[in-house]
DNA sequence: CCGCACGATGTAAACCTTTACATTCGGCTC
DNA sequence: GAGCCGAATGTAAAGGTTTACATCGTGCGG
């Protein structure tokens, strides 16, 4: 019954007694085989336990019914959610989802793009900023793209992004609100598209509450939990500290609450701490963390449709699509200390 | 330069004046084709930007170069460094890795059975302890697998995990030498094996610490953090509460964490709490937790390199690979405390 | 100088599909 | 009853490789 190797079409054809271009019929286009001739097929479908070889019907067809998701880092926790989102809605369009993982290396990147110019897969999603594949020649016949998060740097690549203005606006918003005046804005980055228009949102709030440019305070920062610590000790050695921190991300403001526990301070008494992302472990941070969510099932559900659109038309009916994220309060804010403790 | 389609072998040849075969022989055996010939190829490879179709390759030769990740869950936070070990041992050899993720999703399994069907992956790893497929006779034709963490029920396949006994017997053993007495075990589970025999560690430490097995409290959990706070609330309504809590891994342990600062007590001062999997949050919780460390890359490492040994010959040498897990001491244990606060 | 062996290369089949085109056959129109 | 049409099915090519086998030519031994 199971031999070893798999059953082919031509096996299921020898005992439908058919050709194997009616059974390829039978499965494909079914409409167009006689509804006797159809029963026989699937008989002997069940009996042979075929399934089409998909590599085989990719080849012929120039095209194949997988999609690839490249990630630099999978352990990103803003990844898995996003990735729930691709796969239902590529799912429900009857296609499967495959991840690569490049860990930042170009060379890894390129064994990818290998994988796409053997047609092994339909359309790519990238979630990272520039193209990992150095190569411009092979650029050229990339498959159906769409970036997520940030534009896909130097490739007229649509992408799925939050609205990372309106977010930190959100979050600029309550600390000014709550009584900050003193600000600071911790994770600067040039080469993170989506940090710069958070910073952007910070700018604006602070204009709209008419608080001078001159006493702002901008550290840089990757997005670590690392840079967060590093950003907050740099500050300590400033003479006016401010009264909140308003992160970049989640994973900084992790770092920035750990360095103010380290000096004895109490969130969100002594400082207030805002993130962005609203990561699985925000709500578990002592104390819980208010930040920005991103809808990262909707991202995810939303390029995987814009994916799939293209793959049909060809013609990207969006170049950017950007969805709201909401605030979420939590308790690592509060009104300023009247008095600040001294170090 | 470059068409829309894909440069083929064709291409190369008519190029470089040679056959088909010379261009596949000078790219797969260099050593039979002559040194003057083998330069006109590679030059007209280099001008064509010519990529073997991978798919046609394997469809010729019945098995590919991929290797194929399966897990329940991308997020989980082991899951990443795993990955790491995996990938770069299977470059080293050639091979590229794909992910696939289930979602536990028994349908999907079956998906990712298709595509290995179709040979576009000459291995598999599985992250779950039982086969995603439930078809018994499709499972006859796997390719060569290897399980990670747990062994995969049912089918004669290895695995790769660590030394749960000897990690959990490190534990219990911490605490029993700073003076616990009562120690509870948070997180049994009759479905993973791998909590199981953290429960057999457990049992182990304090038999040979002379403790009676009358005053042991076991705690089922599936591992999530609410499973520990879950666990942490039904332990409150009894009359002699355990000093230490030690927990099946490192999430539960956030969970019981979380619900004893909730009742406002302070650890480790109030009570101890160790963990088990040293995910990269662990550093970062306050207080910081001390745990077992899984040796993740080299699981990864080891569980490839077992793979890549059973596609060469066919025999796997092992059926399990226990590793040894490393105790990481932090703040999160320390003595009893005389007397407890009451609530 | 003939024959042989061997190294280098070419030819063609095979891997498993899909699908354009060809064929067959029954039924309908006139 | 002849011709035609359309539905159902079959035949064969194509997609890009790899490789067994065939061919060619060169160098060497006798």
């Not at 020649?137 to 534009?151: D, Y």
């Not at 006016?240 to 526990?261: E, H, R, Y």
């Amino acid at each position: 019954m199971s031999n070893s190797s798999p059953a082919t079409i031509e096996d299921v054809a020898r005992i439908a007694e058919v050709s194997i271009a009616t059974v390829s019929r039978a499965i494909h286009t079914p409409e167009k085989v006689a509804k006797s001739t159809r029963l026989k097929v699937n008989q002997a479908i069940a009996v042979t336990g075929y399934t089409t070889n998909a590599m085989a019907r990719s080849l012929r067809l120039g095209r194949s019914n997988m999609i690839l998701v490249v990630a630099p880092d999978i352990g990103d926790p803003n990844f898995s959610n996003i990735l729930v989102g691709l796969e239902n809605e590529a799912r429900a369009h009857g296609y499967g989802v495959l991840i690569g993982h490049t860990q930042n290396d170009a060379q890894r990147g390129l064994e990818y793009l290998k994988f796409l110019n053997s047609s092994q897969a339909a359309g790519l999603i990238l979630f990272t900023g520039i193209l990992p594949f150095g190569h411009q020649a092979m650029t050229a016949r990339l498959p159906p793209s769409v970036g997520v998060f940030e534009p896909v740097f130097n490739g007229g690549i649509p992408y799925v992004g939050v609205d990372d203005i309106e977010g930190a606006r959100k979050a600029v918003d309550l600390l000014i609100a709550e009584g900050h005046r003193k600000i600071a804005f911790v994770g600067d980055s040039r080469t993170r598209l989506a940090y710069n228009r958070r910073r952007m949102g910070y700018h604006a709030g602070l204009d709209a509450a008419g608080i001078p440019p001159g006493g702002r305070i901008v550290m840089e920062g990757d997005g670590t939990i690392e840079s967060g610590r590093l950003a907050l000790e740099q500050l300590f050695v400033r003479d006016d500290l401010p009264t909140a921190f308003m992160c970049v991300n989640d994973q900084t403001a992790l770092g920035v609450m750990i360095g103010l526990k380290a000096r004895g301070y109490e969130i969100p008494r002594d400082f207030s701490v805002t993130g962005f992302d609203d990561v699985p472990q925000a709500s578990f941070m002592t104390p819980s963390l208010t930040t920005v969510r991103q809808p990262r099932t909707a991202i995810g559900k939303r390029a995987m449709a814009l994916l799939l659109e293209m793959l049909s038309d060809a013609t990207p009916a969006e170049t950017e699509i950007l969805l709201r994220p909401d605030l979420v309060v939590r308790n690592s804010v509060a009104a300023p200390a009247r008095q600040r403790a001294t170090r």
